[in-house]
T-cell receptor, first 112, second 114 residues
Framework: DQQVKQNSPSLSVQEGRISILNCDYT??????FLWYKKYPAEGPTFLIS?????DKNEDGRFTVFLNKSAKHLSLHIVPSQPGDSAVYFC???????????FGTGTRLQVTL | DSGVTQTPKHLITATGQRVTLRCSPR?????VYWYQQSLDQGLQFLIH???????AKGNILERFSAQQFPDLHSELNLSSLELGDSALYFC?????????????FGEGSRLTVL
């Protein structure tokens, strides 16, 4: 049972444009959501997070939007840069859990 | 550099064998988590240790076991290996007992079972 889903395995965006990565979840108990970025041969690194009491969180070029009624979150990267090319994982957890549940990832390629 | 160290980085072995993966958490972190990433899959939670004690178990096979030692490093033991155990195994650490905002991941140990 895939509780966190990233339905787009890959995405290609031109440099300078907006990248939008999507994530859906099924477990209504999830109340904290994170995005991790992973480069080849490296471990995932934390990018940005959002609590379920918010619907938007912004950090520089990165903004995460949460739509609780639709059980959907998205990551916006504006403007996209070649260095953003990586695999992006969406993850979720509940307040009392000690684990993260990850999606399968979306490979973003930012082209020149 | 996350501060989490995993060894070995790569490991090739045969079916039926046993291997041990090692993880040293960030300095000061008391929690260690193990995750498995199979081909084209997300990271699957295996197990969580806090200060030497098991705190949560995920989809960890009975052939797999883990422990966290007094110096807080952790080992994941995989036995009677099967082809399907080939995967990237990540260790992550965090300061507290429960989830506290983010996990810091090591670079992973890539296991290939032939």
């Amino acid at each position: 049972d895939q509780q966190v889903k990233q339905n787009s395995p890959s995405l290609s965006v031109q440099e300078g444009r907006i990248s939008i990565l999507n994530c859906d979840y099924t477990n209504s108990m999830f109340d904290y959501f994170l995005w991790y970025k992973k480069y080849p041969a490296e471990g995932p690194t934390f990018l940005i997070s959002i609590s379920s009491i918010k619907d938007k969180n912004e950090d520089g070029r990165f903004t995460v939007f949460l739509n609780k009624s639709a059980k959907h979150l998205s990551l916006h990267i504006v403007p996209s840069q070649p260095g953003d090319s990586a695999v992006y994982f969406c993850a979720a957890t509940t307040g009392t859990a000690s684990k993260l549940t990850f999606g399968t990832g979306t490979r973003l390629q930012v082209t020149l | 550099d996350s501060g989490v160290t995993q060894t070995p980085k790569h490991l090739i072995t045969a079916t039926g064998q046993r291997v041990t993966l090692r993880c040293s958490p960030r300095s000061g972190d008391l929690s260690v988590y193990w995750y498995q990433q199979s081909l084209d899959q997300g990271l699957q939670f295996l197990i969580h240790y806090y200060n030497g004690e098991e705190r949560a178990k995920g989809n960890i096979l009975e052939r797999f076991s883990a422990q966290q030692f007094p110096d807080l490093h952790s080992e994941l033991n995989l036995s009677s290996l099967e082809l399907g155990d080939s995967a990237l195994y990540f260790c992550a650490s965090s300061p507290g007992q429960g989830f506290s905002g983010e996990l810091f991941f090591g670079e992973g140990s890539r296991l290939t079972v032939l």
